[in-house]
């Protein structure tokens, strides 16, 4: 019943029935009036209301459905957003740091977390890649290097190629730049 209702049927079988059923009805009370003067037009007047009324219905109806679409949409975004960014930070500040603790290793774990939520699945895979590389070079010794920042920097402009085509791939398409010039792009700033 609920999804019935979701997709507006029960509400457009409704409006059908009572608009056939007006329109008999009116019908009926047009010929039926013809002797007394202006009663034709008084109908027809109160069929024309009706009929706005309905159609300025469902259009409102469609339209809230619609900018609530898009109000979830740009919400979902805006959560992606932020948990790319926190993660981008997070690393940031544990290269800067040079020594890596058991609070930034946590920290890491619960990024994973969050992603698991938000990102897409090419995010993701990406993201794995990017702990294999972390884990292999840093979490042993705790300590990050130059060799080590410069490897872990690789890995972040990859990881930033999928977070962004995740984020804005559908500009990106519409800019005239291919994926393979923006991941090129993207690998050479972080070099």
Do not use: C
């Amino acid at each position: 019943m609920q999804k019935w209702f979701e997709n507006n049927k029960v509400m457009m079988l409704m409006s059908a029935v009572v608009f056939i059923g007006g329109y008999f009805f009116l019908r009926l009370a047009y010929h039926m009036s013809d002797k007394m003067p202006f009663t034709q037009e008084i109908i027809l007047i109160v069929l024309g209301t009706l009929a706005t009324i309905l159609i300025t219905a469902l259009l409102l109806n469609k339209q809230t459905s619609v900018e609530l679409e898009k109000e979830q949409s740009i919400k979902f975004i805006e959560l992606k957003t932020e948990t790319y960014q926190k993660l981008i930070d997070t690393i940031e500040e544990m290269v800067i740091h040079k020594d890596i603790t058991a609070d930034d290793l946590t920290r890491l774990k619960f990024h994973t977390h969050r992603l698991a939520i938000f990102a897409s699945p090419s995010v993701l895979e990406e993201y794995e890649h990017f702990l294999d590389i972390f884990n292999k070079m840093i979490a042993e010794d705790r300590h990050v290097s130059m060799k080590d920042e410069d490897m872990l920097s690789e890995a972040l402009a990859k990881l930033t190629v999928y977070i962004r085509a995740d984020l804005v791939g559908e500009l990106d398409e519409e800019s005239g730049h291919t994926a393979k010039e923006i991941r090129d792009q993207i690998i050479a700033n972080a070099t």
